[in-house]
């Protein structure tokens, strides 16, 4: 391993899932600006979309996860392209 070219500041950080809500604590040098208090001590946050607790292939469950609306959008556009060949 090269010296020199690692970062120093790991800690420990808490990654939270907002689909879901879970949350679990990891080491990490990303810079966040929100904490959580997990059993009485104070993490930096950092908010994800997905994660392996929410993510089709590892939970082996088929559902949508959609935050943005993306899936609604793609429906709206889809159903006016198919009114308009009728």
């Known amino acids: 391993m090269k ?3 690692h970062p120093e500041n790991y800690r420990a950080v808490a990654f939270k899932d907002m689909s879901n809500d879970d949350t679990f604590i990891s080491r990490s ?3 966040t600006k929100e904490t959580i208090e997990i059993d009485g001590v104070t993490y930096p946050l950092v908010k994800m979309e997905i994660s ?3 993510h089709p292939f590892y ?3 088929s559902n949508l996860v959609d935050t943005a609306g993306r899936v609604d959008k793609f429906m709206n556009r ?3 392209r198919m009114e308009a060949k009728k």
Do not use: D
Request: glycine share 14%.
């Open 3 to 5: 010296s020199g070219i």
């Open 29 to 31: 040098t990303v810079n």
């Open 52 to 54: 392996s607790s929410s």
């Open 59 to 61: 939970t082996g469950k």
């Open 78 to 80: 889809y159903a006016k």
